[in-house]
């Protein structure tokens, strides 16, 4: 159970690690290509989309299951 909690304490240091030390650096969209040395690691954009579309899949999926 120790191994579990930890790993899920790891994936969220990591996750809010990588959110800290992106939201330090500067957007290549918003400084052109000067900016290529720092960008972000993470595409934000993109995992708020995909994020977006698992919350409403697993809603539609709980509405279904649950309906039966």
């Known amino acids: 159970m120790q191994t579990f909690v930890g790993m899920i304490l790891g994936a969220l240091l990591l996750g809010f690690g990588v959110y800290i030390y992106d939201s330090m650096q500067t957007s290549e969209v918003a400084n052109g290509q000067t900016a290529a040395s720092h960008r972000t690691i993470v595409n934000w954009d993109v995992a708020d989309a995909k994020w977006q579309l698992l919350k409403e899949r697993a809603h ?3 509405v279904r ?4």
């Open 60 to 62: 539609d999926d709980w």
């Open 65 to 68: 299951i649950s309906a039966k």
